[in-house]
């Protein structure tokens, strides 16, 4: 499990090359809803930019594509104001802050460090928090219903590893889904399986954000876009999982250009 970063973001780090630089942004239509592989290309023949991506992630996060009825928690600010939306048919998306999740196999300085992750690489260890870009998502229902009132990932189709684009300030990185937030046997103030915004050490340095398990992250501006299904869970081990996962940030672009283009 996770644990709670509750120091708020110091001075932005330098940005790494690996996040790719948006360009010009134009919106397009209302999204096309049809099965999304990781094979998909541009329609156009022209990839598309992480821009135009975001713009139109964000043309589609209405009312209308809400999937939850009940918000989440901002996991650093802890404020209940984050939603999560469906703007296209196996693709669901957030915007929140990035607490900084330092578990896994990696060693840490920090004292809530916790050797284990939810998930782990092809190989069955643990994940490496400080070489794998992973986000986290809430253990279970908090709410103990069916369907959730909030997002939980089992009842979208999400499973270990699955594949996310994350935008922030200007660059756009791949990821995978590494590990969860703890559930119901927690309060709302500490642990909340209801909680969005964390995401591992490698993920805040790709994105130049303040990486410490302690003082690092930041309280909003994150927007993470998460792919459901067997076609997109990411396989490897520590030492390839970060190259796995960029080497796949272009064909998710086109994949979602596609999709929500008119």
Same mark, same amino acid.
């Given at each position: 499990?996770?644990s709670?970063?509750?120091?708020?973001?110091?001075?932005a780090?330098?940005?790494?090359?690996?996040?790719?630089?948006?360009?010009?942004?134009?919106?397009?239509?209302?999204?096309?809803?049809?099965?999304?592989t990781a094979?998909?290309v541009?329609?156009?023949?022209?990839?598309?930019?992480?821009?135009?991506?975001?713009?139109?992630?964000?043309?589609?996060?209405?009312?209308?594509?809400?999937?939850?009825?009940?918000?989440?928690?901002?996991?650093?600010?802890?404020?209940?104001?984050v939603?999560?939306?469906?703007p296209?048919?196996?693709?669901?998306?957030?915007?929140?802050?990035?607490?900084?999740?330092?578990?896994?196999?990696?060693?840490d300085?920090d004292?809530?460090?916790? /050797? &284990? =992750?939810?998930?782990? !690489?092809?190989?069955?260890?643990?994940?490496a928090?400080?070489?794998?870009?992973f986000? #986290?998502? *809430?253990?279970d229902?908090?709410?103990?219903?069916t369907?959730?009132?909030?997002?939980?990932?089992?009842?979208?189709g999400?499973?270990g590893?699955?594949?996310?684009?994350?935008?922030?300030?200007?660059?756009?990185?791949?990821?995978?889904?590494?590990?969860?937030?703890?559930?119901?046997?927690?309060?709302?103030?500490?642990?909340?399986?209801?909680?969005?915004?964390?995401?591992s050490?490698?993920?805040?340095?790709?994105?130049?954000?303040?990486?410490? /398990? &302690? =003082?690092?992250?930041? !309280?909003?501006?994150?927007?993470?876009?998460?792919?459901?299904?067997?076609?997109?869970v #990411?396989? *490897?081990?520590?030492?390839?999982?970060?190259?796995?996962?960029?080497?796949?940030?272009?064909?998710?672009?086109?994949?979602?250009?596609t999709?929500?283009?008119?």
């Amino acid at each position: 499990m996770s644990s709670i970063r509750t120091g708020f973001a110091v001075a932005a780090a330098a940005a790494f090359a690996l996040g790719t630089q948006f360009a010009a942004a134009s919106a397009h239509a209302a999204p096309v809803h049809h099965t999304l592989t990781a094979n998909a290309v541009a329609a156009s023949g022209t990839d598309y930019t992480a821009a135009q991506v975001l713009a139109d992630i964000k043309k589609n996060s209405t009312s209308a594509t809400k999937v939850n009825t009940k918000p989440h928690i901002n996991t650093m600010t802890r404020d209940m104001n984050v939603n999560v939306y469906q703007p296209t048919k196996g693709v669901f998306t957030y915007t929140s802050s990035m607490a900084i999740d330092d578990d896994g196999s990696d060693p840490d300085p920090d004292p809530d460090h916790e /050797g &284990t =992750t939810t998930f782990q !690489d092809s190989n069955g260890k643990q994940l490496a928090a400080h070489h794998v870009p992973f986000f #986290v998502l *809430g253990d279970d229902c908090w709410d103990k219903k069916t369907p959730c009132p909030h997002f939980f990932y089992k009842e979208h189709g999400m499973s270990g590893r699955e594949f996310a684009l994350i935008f922030y300030k200007g660059k756009v990185i791949g990821s995978i889904f590494g590990d969860t937030q703890t559930a119901n046997n927690q309060t709302t103030s500490d642990n909340d399986s209801r909680e969005l915004g964390e995401a591992s050490t490698k993920a805040a340095q790709l994105l130049g954000i303040p990486s410490s /398990g &302690t =003082t690092g992250g930041v !309280d909003n501006g994150v927007t993470v876009v998460m792919f459901s299904g067997k076609d997109w869970v #990411v396989d *490897g081990t520590n030492s390839n999982l970060n190259s796995k996962a960029q080497a796949l940030v272009q064909k998710a672009l086109n994949t979602l250009g596609t999709a929500m283009a008119g």
